[in-house]
Each structure stands twice: as C-alpha cells, then as structure tokens.
C-alpha cells in the first residue's frame, strides 16, 4: 500500500517551480526512501509541508539567500534534504551532496540519477571535516544534522572568501546562535535570523545565515 503524504494540490503553490519533479521525489522519499529508512513513516503524512517545501522557500526567497550560481555543499545530506530540492528548483546551482554513511550514499546516488541531476548533483562519501582542502563553496547548507557551533567548525573551512552558511533551523535557532556566539566570533564570523517563506507557508522556516565580517 502506498503511503498517506500531504498532496501538494491542497496548497497554493503558484510560487513554486518544478512541482512535477518534486512530486516524484516525494514518491521516491515515501516509497524507497520510507523502506531504506532514510525518512521516518511518521514523516510520510508531512512530507511536502514539513520537509519539501520548508527547504524550497529558502531557496526561492527573494532576499537571494543563496545567489545566482553558487556552488552549493550540503552537509549531511541524508535523504537529500535540502540539496536535492534545491537543485529541483534552481537549475542555475551545482551542489554537492556530502553524507558519511554508506547506504544513504547510495540512496542518493540513485536518487540524482532518477531525477535527472547527474550533471549539476554530485554525490560524496565523506564526513564535512575531513573535506577542507579538497572543497570549496559560496554556500554551505545544512538541515537536522547538528548544533550550530558544530556547524560552524565543519562548515567554515568549506565557505570561499565571502562564501556563506546557511543552516535550516526550527524555533529554536535565535538561542543556538546566541550560544555559538564565541565560536562565531573566533573565527570572524557573524550570523543572524533569518525567517523565510512567510508569504508562502503557514509555517515559516527559520535560517540561521552566518558569513565572514564584511560580507553579511
């Protein structure tokens, strides 16, 4: 039996690109990625509200959060979450998908291919600290894989010069930043809230952006 998920027809989604391929990656994440456990069957009913669209409003806000072209790596990617999406919806991106455990690396690869994201997706094996000199980004994403000031120390090495991260947060995100206050400022870096898609989503989603001093 297929699983419930939260049909996206219930929404106005004028907004938003890519519906079609979205919605095959929504099949894929309740079907294979529900089987492989790369998503919770709780998370099935949720799957457009809480996780597919909650990452499509960062990349679509107007504020240009993640600007034309960038490099993109997402960190502990999982199930693809956000660097799948965002490759969905911004054909202009080239992403890199780093994730450390071997069956998730696979789900992904098969993932990238059944969407049609081989030329702009690639996938890493690979744990974020151990890539610093091999990987450079204008923005370093993240989404559900650790506390910030750990985000910070895995993420910082991989940002260019004026690079950025940009960490998908929950209500909770202004108290993690204010606690990674020292880490932030002993790299030289400064972060700020930022909430995205209240236009768009009933529930909003909350980013943290960090970048260097002089580049926010």
Not at 76 to 83: E, R
Not at 120 to 138: F, S
Not at 185 to 200: C, I
Request: charged share 25%; net charge neutral.
């Amino acid at each position: 039996m297929m699983p419930e998920c939260d049909a996206p027809e219930s929404t106005d989604l004028h907004w938003l690109p890519a519906r079609q391929d979205l919605a095959e990656y929504a099949s894929i994440l309740t079907t294979v990625g529900l089987e492989r456990g790369l998503i919770g069957p709780r998370e099935t009913s949720r799957i457009w509200s809480r996780h597919l669209l909650n990452c499509a409003v960062v990349a679509l806000d107007p504020a240009n959060l993640v600007p034309d072209g960038s490099r993109v790596i997402d960190i502990g990617s999982g199930a693809g979450l956000p660097g799948v999406v965002w490759a969905l919806v911004r054909p202009d991106l080239h992403i890199t998908l780093v994730e450390s455990k071997s069956r998730r690396c696979e789900f992904l690869i098969e993932l990238v291919d059944a969407l049609g994201l081989t030329e702009r997706v690639t996938v890493r094996r690979a744990r974020a600290e151990d890539l610093a000199r091999q990987l450079r980004a204008d923005v370093v994403t993240a989404r559900a894989v650790a506390s910030l000031d750990r985000l910070i120390d895995w993420a910082a090495p991989l940002m260019t010069g004026s690079g950025r991260l940009v960490a998908l947060k929950g209500e909770g995100a202004q108290t993690e930043l204010c606690s990674a206050g020292s880490r932030l400022a002993s790299r030289g870096l400064v972060g700020r809230v930022v909430v995205v898609g209240d236009q768009w989503l009933p529930e909003p989603t909350r980013v943290v952006l960090v970048s260097r001093e002089g580049n926010n």
